[in-house]
């Protein structure tokens, strides 16, 4: 089956998200001669020249020559010309020549316009890496270390195997007295070779906490509370055995909360706050509201930043006008022809995402009364026979798409979800049993956390029954919830 040319613009229009269509039709307006944008001004409300005509107290009147008063008035008006326009004249700067208007490269304009890149965390080290005092060896030890710094700002290989690499510009000291002066950079942390040296080189960093910050009277080095907890008890940490560190190290688990929450300050990925940064802005592309609490719903598109087209009539009578060139004829019929296809693809695009997403609200009406507990299963099935279009017209008008309303700014296709029912035949999609797992959760007591069996058992009091244990794991691996031995709080 082969599709139309304009069936594809319309199904290219229809996939595109609200910021990217406004670029399109950028590229539309600039390509196409015939399109244009439509001009809002009425033309009825314009100034007439009556109007536009200056005030008489500005001197500007037809000078008449006689020879009354040997024409002492008209030279008087001549005069006063430079005090009324005074001020103009001193703002307005001295006159300058325009330059002749040259045609612009595109590609050059393409390089003015666009965005510089991000400097990189090799970069950045590097630039840094240059000002450092060492000598040559090192220099170049340190180099060869920067290379293999991953983006999160750790050293990917071991140090002995750059100093395997044949490498006879430097040696294996060369190469331990360059790590020493990398990890010394900035962002502090970077150059860290697992998670562990990495909060060290932070905690050490800040100045007071290394093992070098002061000695005790017997000449022990005096490392601060983190710092030794760190060093010393890192793996029982990370699997929350509090009560041995306590005990390990003659502190009250109080204590050991009190640094865990300023550790918790520490960066663990270094290196990301240097580089690019990818996040994209979400723009909703369609907005539902409350109308005055009447339980009633609006459902507009959030397109008011979009600029309306139209043909432009010079070039449309010049299409029908059979004095104009055939060349030029054919020119304009073909750029008129794409400029209707665009427009009815824009409206087209209007049409589809309004009516999917007032058959959304309609179906979702609980949850955008009640919240994210309420919302109910919804096969795109289901939409797009209501709607009257086809089903993969359905899945690209949500694509990339996103929703905003009390709840927050949510994907289109966060409504479109499977499910199951509850013993009083009511559906529960999973995006609803997700929410309820989580509001389960958050309310345990922390210092006896539920694990997955009580939390079976809790959503089945809910209404919920008939989740299987793993089940219930797999929802809260996928919700980065960890298991009920680090959940707990001492």
């Not at 190469?175 to 860290?192: I, N, W, Y």
């Not at 069996?453 to 691996?477: C, F, H, M, S």
Request: proline share 6%; hydrophobic share 35%.
């Amino acid at each position: 089956m082969k599709l139309a040319p304009h069936m594809i613009q319309s199904m290219e229009i229809l996939q595109l998200p609200i910021l990217a269509l406004q670029e399109r039709i950028e590229q539309e307006l600039n390509s196409n001669p015939v399109l244009e944008l439509e001009d809002t001004e009425n033309p009825d409300e314009a100034a007439t020249p009556s109007e536009l005509a200056p005030d008489d107290n500005l001197g500007e009147k037809t000078l008449i020559v006689d020879t009354d008063n040997n024409k002492a008035g008209d030279f008087e008006r001549l005069e006063s010309i430079e005090d009324d326009f005074k001020d103009f004249l001193d703002q307005s700067g001295p006159y300058r020549t325009r330059p002749d208007d040259e045609e612009k490269d595109p590609k050059l304009e393409a390089i003015k316009n666009a965005a510089a890149p991000p400097q990189s965390l090799h970069d950045y080290l590097t630039e840094q890496w240059l000002l450092v005092d060492a000598e040559e060896p090192v220099k170049k030890a340190g180099s060869a270390i920067i290379d293999y710094i991953d983006e999160r700002g750790y050293l990917s290989v071991p140090l002995e195997q750059l100093a395997g690499k044949d490498q006879k510009e430097f040696t294996a000291e060369h190469l331990k007295e360059a790590l020493r002066l990398v990890q010394q950079l900035d962002p502090p942390g970077v150059g860290a070779r697992d998670l562990r040296e990495c909060l060290l080189l932070q905690l050490t960093q800040r100045g007071d906490e290394g093992p070098q910050a002061g000695s005790t009277a017997s000449g022990v080095p005096d490392m601060s509370f983190e710092y030794r907890l760190i060093a010393d008890h890192m793996d029982a940490l990370l699997e929350n055995r509090l009560p041995d560190i306590a005990k390990k190290m003659d502190c009250s688990i109080e204590r050991l909360n009190q640094a865990i929450r300023r550790l918790s300050k520490l960066d663990i990925s270094p290196g990301l706050q240097i580089g690019r940064n990818d996040s994209i802005p979400i723009t909703p592309d369609v907005l539902v509201e409350s109308r005055d609490g009447s339980g009633d719903f609006s459902v507009r598109l959030a397109d008011r930043g979009l600029p309306s087209l139209r043909l432009n009539p010079f070039y449309t009578r010049m299409a029908d006008d059979h004095q104009t060139s055939e060349n030029t004829r054919k020119f304009l019929q073909n750029n008129i022809r794409s400029a209707h296809w665009i427009i009815e693809a824009i409206e087209q695009r209007k049409h589809t995402l309004l009516k999917v997403a007032q058959t959304i609200v309609r179906h979702q009406r609980d949850f955008f009364e009640q919240g994210p507990l309420y919302l109910r299963p919804l096969p795109m099935a289901t939409v797009a026979q209501e709607v009257g279009v086809h089903l993969a017209t359905v899945s690209r008008a949500v694509s990339g798409k996103y929703l905003q309303c009390e709840w927050g700014i949510l994907p289109l296709r966060k409504f479109f979800s499977g499910g199951m029912e509850d013993t009083g035949g009511e559906a529960h999609s999973w995006e609803a049993i997700r929410a309820k797992l989580q509001q389960i959760i958050d309310e345990e007591d922390k210092t006896h956390p539920l694990n997955d069996d009580q939390i079976k058992k809790k959503l089945a009091e809910a209404g919920i029954p008939n989740l299987a244990r793993r089940t219930v794991a797999k929802y809260r691996k996928l919700m980065n919830i960890p298991t009920a031995k680090f959940r707990r709080k001492y």
